[in-house]
T-cell receptor
Framework: KNEVEQSPQNLTAQEGEFITINCSYS?????LHWLQQHPGGGIVSLFM???GKKKHGRLIATINIQEKHSSLHITASHPRDSAVYIC??????????FGTGTSLTVIP | EAQVTQNPRYLITVTGKKLTVTCSQN?????MSWYRQDPGLGLRQIYY???????DKGDVPEGYKVSRKEKRNFPLILESPSPNQTSLYFC?????????????FGSGTRLTVV
Protein backbone atom coordinates (compact mmCIF):
# COMPACT_ATOMS: atom_id res chain seq x y z
CA LYS A 1 0.00 0.00 0.00
CA ASN A 2 1.37 3.42 -0.95
CA GLU A 3 -0.51 6.19 0.73
CA VAL A 4 1.83 8.76 -0.81
CA GLU A 5 3.20 8.65 -4.35
CA GLN A 6 5.86 11.00 -5.68
CA SER A 7 7.09 11.66 -9.17
CA PRO A 8 9.57 11.66 -10.67
CA GLN A 9 11.84 9.36 -8.65
CA ASN A 10 14.95 10.91 -10.14
CA LEU A 11 15.43 14.27 -11.77
CA THR A 12 18.46 15.89 -13.38
CA ALA A 13 18.33 19.56 -14.33
CA GLN A 14 20.65 22.23 -15.64
CA GLU A 15 21.38 25.15 -13.35
CA GLY A 16 18.72 27.82 -13.77
CA GLU A 17 15.92 25.47 -14.83
CA PHE A 18 12.45 25.51 -13.29
CA ILE A 19 11.77 22.24 -11.45
CA THR A 20 8.50 20.60 -10.40
CA ILE A 21 8.10 17.61 -8.11
CA ASN A 22 4.66 16.08 -7.71
CA CYS A 23 2.99 14.31 -4.80
CA SER A 24 -0.33 12.49 -4.73
CA TYR A 25 -1.88 10.96 -1.63
CA SER A 26 -4.79 8.66 -0.96
CA UNK A 27 -5.57 9.30 2.73
CA UNK A 28 -7.33 12.12 4.52
CA UNK A 29 -4.85 14.62 5.87
CA UNK A 30 -4.54 17.39 8.40
CA UNK A 31 -1.35 18.68 6.78
CA LEU A 32 1.20 17.95 4.07
CA HIS A 33 4.93 18.49 4.51
CA TRP A 34 7.74 18.86 2.04
CA LEU A 35 11.09 17.72 3.42
CA GLN A 36 14.64 18.03 2.09
CA GLN A 37 17.36 15.48 2.77
CA HIS A 38 20.93 16.22 1.77
CA PRO A 39 23.65 13.60 1.30
CA GLY A 40 24.82 12.82 4.81
CA GLY A 41 21.24 12.29 5.86
CA GLY A 42 19.96 15.33 7.74
CA ILE A 43 16.27 16.11 7.12
CA VAL A 44 14.87 19.63 7.05
CA SER A 45 11.21 20.59 6.90
CA LEU A 46 10.69 23.04 4.01
CA PHE A 47 6.94 23.59 4.10
CA MET A 48 3.82 22.59 5.94
CA UNK A 49 0.60 23.07 3.96
CA UNK A 50 -3.04 22.50 4.69
CA UNK A 51 -4.39 24.60 1.81
CA GLY A 52 -3.34 26.93 -0.98
CA LYS A 53 0.22 27.95 -1.66
CA LYS A 54 3.38 28.93 0.23
CA LYS A 55 6.59 30.54 -0.98
CA HIS A 56 10.00 30.68 0.61
CA GLY A 57 12.74 32.20 -1.48
CA ARG A 58 12.99 30.21 -4.71
CA LEU A 59 10.75 27.43 -3.42
CA ILE A 60 7.00 27.32 -3.91
CA ALA A 61 4.64 24.64 -2.62
CA THR A 62 1.01 24.22 -3.62
CA ILE A 63 -1.72 21.86 -2.55
CA ASN A 64 -5.09 20.95 -4.04
CA ILE A 65 -7.10 19.26 -1.29
CA GLN A 66 -9.94 18.18 -3.61
CA GLU A 67 -7.54 16.44 -5.99
CA LYS A 68 -5.26 15.17 -3.18
CA HIS A 69 -2.23 16.54 -4.94
CA SER A 70 0.68 18.80 -4.08
CA SER A 71 3.59 20.21 -6.06
CA LEU A 72 6.96 21.58 -5.04
CA HIS A 73 8.51 24.04 -7.47
CA ILE A 74 12.07 25.32 -7.50
CA THR A 75 12.71 28.41 -9.59
CA ALA A 76 16.19 29.22 -10.95
CA SER A 77 17.60 25.93 -9.68
CA HIS A 78 21.14 25.84 -8.30
CA PRO A 79 23.57 22.98 -7.62
CA ARG A 80 23.07 23.48 -3.88
CA ASP A 81 19.41 22.44 -4.41
CA SER A 82 20.68 18.91 -5.17
CA ALA A 83 19.07 16.70 -2.54
CA VAL A 84 16.26 14.22 -2.00
CA TYR A 85 12.85 15.86 -1.63
CA ILE A 86 10.27 13.95 0.35
CA CYS A 87 6.52 14.48 0.53
CA UNK A 88 4.88 13.53 3.84
CA UNK A 89 1.27 13.67 4.97
CA UNK A 90 -0.05 13.81 8.51
CA UNK A 91 -3.39 12.06 8.98
CA UNK A 92 -6.11 13.45 11.24
CA UNK A 93 -5.12 10.60 13.59
CA UNK A 94 -1.59 12.06 13.70
CA UNK A 95 0.18 9.28 11.81
CA UNK A 96 2.70 10.26 9.15
CA UNK A 97 3.03 8.66 5.73
CA PHE A 98 5.91 9.36 3.38
CA GLY A 99 6.65 9.22 -0.30
CA THR A 100 9.85 7.44 -1.29
CA GLY A 101 11.44 10.71 -2.34
CA THR A 102 12.64 12.47 -5.48
CA SER A 103 16.39 12.60 -5.98
CA LEU A 104 17.29 15.91 -7.62
CA THR A 105 20.65 16.66 -9.20
CA VAL A 106 21.29 20.15 -10.54
CA ILE A 107 24.25 20.36 -12.91
CA PRO A 108 26.26 23.61 -13.15
CA GLU B 1 19.31 26.73 19.70
CA ALA B 2 16.05 24.90 19.00
CA GLN B 3 16.89 21.32 18.23
CA VAL B 4 16.16 17.62 18.47
CA THR B 5 19.13 15.68 19.82
CA GLN B 6 19.56 11.98 19.14
CA ASN B 7 22.22 9.74 20.63
CA PRO B 8 24.21 7.89 19.59
CA ARG B 9 24.83 8.91 15.96
CA TYR B 10 26.29 5.51 15.10
CA LEU B 11 25.84 2.17 16.84
CA ILE B 12 26.95 -1.35 16.01
CA THR B 13 25.50 -4.06 18.24
CA VAL B 14 24.93 -7.78 18.32
CA THR B 15 21.68 -9.65 17.93
CA GLY B 16 19.69 -9.83 21.16
CA LYS B 17 21.56 -7.17 23.13
CA LYS B 18 19.07 -4.60 24.42
CA LEU B 19 19.72 -1.01 23.39
CA THR B 20 18.18 2.42 23.78
CA VAL B 21 18.42 5.35 21.38
CA THR B 22 17.72 8.62 23.13
CA CYS B 23 15.82 11.59 21.73
CA SER B 24 15.46 14.95 23.42
CA GLN B 25 13.90 18.24 22.25
CA ASN B 26 14.11 21.72 23.76
CA UNK B 27 11.14 23.34 22.01
CA UNK B 28 8.34 22.23 24.36
CA UNK B 29 6.77 20.28 21.50
CA UNK B 30 3.86 18.03 22.35
CA UNK B 31 4.28 15.66 19.40
CA MET B 32 7.30 13.37 19.07
CA SER B 33 7.87 10.49 16.71
CA TRP B 34 10.36 7.85 15.62
CA TYR B 35 11.04 6.79 12.03
CA ARG B 36 13.26 4.36 10.25
CA GLN B 37 14.59 4.94 6.76
CA ASP B 38 15.55 2.06 4.49
CA PRO B 39 16.70 2.11 0.83
CA GLY B 40 13.77 1.70 -1.52
CA LEU B 41 11.23 1.93 1.30
CA GLY B 42 11.74 5.52 2.40
CA LEU B 43 10.75 6.76 5.82
CA ARG B 44 8.31 4.75 7.91
CA GLN B 45 6.83 5.71 11.24
CA ILE B 46 7.57 3.41 14.19
CA TYR B 47 5.84 5.08 17.15
CA TYR B 48 4.54 8.52 17.97
CA UNK B 49 3.47 10.38 21.06
CA UNK B 50 0.93 13.16 21.35
CA UNK B 51 2.05 14.15 24.84
CA UNK B 52 3.39 12.80 28.13
CA UNK B 53 2.24 9.23 28.81
CA UNK B 54 0.44 9.05 25.43
CA UNK B 55 2.02 6.82 22.77
CA ASP B 56 0.67 5.13 19.64
CA LYS B 57 1.91 2.64 17.10
CA GLY B 58 2.92 3.80 13.65
CA ASP B 59 3.33 1.67 10.55
CA VAL B 60 6.19 -0.57 11.75
CA PRO B 61 6.13 -0.89 15.57
CA GLU B 62 7.13 -4.57 15.83
CA GLY B 63 10.33 -5.08 17.79
CA TYR B 64 10.35 -1.58 19.28
CA LYS B 65 9.18 0.06 22.49
CA VAL B 66 8.95 3.71 23.48
CA SER B 67 8.12 5.72 26.56
CA ARG B 68 7.18 9.35 27.19
CA LYS B 69 7.65 10.07 30.87
CA GLU B 70 8.74 13.67 30.29
CA LYS B 71 7.71 16.06 27.55
CA ARG B 72 11.24 16.59 26.27
CA ASN B 73 12.37 12.94 26.02
CA PHE B 74 11.19 10.10 23.82
CA PRO B 75 13.60 7.13 23.91
CA LEU B 76 13.39 4.24 21.43
CA ILE B 77 14.06 0.83 22.98
CA LEU B 78 15.03 -2.33 21.11
CA GLU B 79 14.62 -5.13 23.66
CA SER B 80 16.14 -7.83 21.43
CA PRO B 81 17.59 -6.31 18.27
CA SER B 82 17.70 -8.38 15.10
CA PRO B 83 19.58 -7.79 11.82
CA ASN B 84 16.38 -6.63 10.08
CA GLN B 85 16.40 -3.63 12.41
CA THR B 86 19.60 -2.40 10.82
CA SER B 87 18.53 1.00 9.55
CA LEU B 88 18.84 4.78 9.79
CA TYR B 89 16.60 6.09 12.56
CA PHE B 90 15.23 9.60 12.97
CA CYS B 91 13.44 11.24 15.84
CA UNK B 92 11.27 14.30 15.16
CA UNK B 93 9.06 16.67 17.10
CA UNK B 94 6.47 19.35 16.46
CA UNK B 95 3.62 21.25 17.99
CA UNK B 96 0.53 19.02 18.10
CA UNK B 97 -1.91 21.62 16.89
CA UNK B 98 -1.91 23.23 13.45
CA UNK B 99 -1.09 19.91 11.78
CA UNK B 100 2.49 19.68 12.92
CA UNK B 101 3.83 23.19 12.44
CA UNK B 102 7.56 23.48 13.02
CA UNK B 103 8.42 19.86 12.38
CA UNK B 104 12.06 19.32 13.41
CA PHE B 105 14.18 16.24 12.86
CA GLY B 106 17.15 14.94 14.76
CA SER B 107 20.41 14.19 12.94
CA GLY B 108 19.76 10.47 12.73
CA THR B 109 21.16 7.29 14.29
CA ARG B 110 22.71 4.71 12.02
CA LEU B 111 22.20 1.32 13.67
CA THR B 112 23.84 -1.91 12.53
CA VAL B 113 22.79 -5.19 14.15
CA VAL B 114 25.14 -8.10 13.43
Amino acid sequence: KNEVEQSPQNLTAQEGEFITINCSYSVGISALHWLQQHPGGGIVSLFMLSSGKKKHGRLIATINIQEKHSSLHITASHPRDSAVYICAVRSPGNQFYFGTGTSLTVIP
Amino acid sequence: EAQVTQNPRYLITVTGKKLTVTCSQNMNHEYMSWYRQDPGLGLRQIYYSMNVEVTDKGDVPEGYKVSRKEKRNFPLILESPSPNQTSLYFCASSYHHRGGYGYTFGSGTRLTVV
